[in-house]
Structure formats: structure tokens, C-alpha cells
């Protein structure tokens, strides 16, 4: 009889997953590799430059500088801010 190569190769009892675990396994590893190719991109290639702001009051001056709100607004929301 003739031996070929692959005759015996992920070919008999045990290789691999029947039933729904064939279907559940490969999936569940799939979902695994775009997860953490998603969570490295993210990693390597986010904005490192963001500087968290310090405190409200910063945040109400970068508003009025922006032109988010006006000279009224912020004066009143800074003497809310004080009480």
C-alpha cells in the first residue's frame, strides 16, 4: 500500500474540534487576535501629548478663550465655582 505524506496529518481521531467546538474554537481565536491587534495599535499609536487638565477653573478658561462661551457665562460660572 502506498504511504502518502500527508496520510495521517490533522486527519484522525483527536485532531481538531468536531461539533460546535469547531465552530467555537477557531471563532473565540479570531476574536482574540483582532482584539489584541486593535489594543496594540492603540497603544503605540495614541496621543501621547494630551495633558489631563488641571482644575475646572482651567478648563472654564480654555472654553472662554476658545469661544465656547462668553465674557457674562464665564464670569458667571466663576463666581459658582467660588461659592
Known sequence: ???YWNQNWLCGPGSGFHGIW???IPLAFW???IFLAIWFF???FRK?????IASVQELLKH???AGEIDREEFERLKRELRE
Open 1 to 3: 500500500m502506498m504511504s
Open 22 to 24: 469547531g465552530m467555537i
Open 31 to 33: 476574536l482574540l487576535i
Open 42 to 44: 492603540q497603544l503605540f
Open 48 to 52: 501621547k501629548n494630551r495633558q489631563p
Open 63 to 65: 472654553r472662554y478663550a
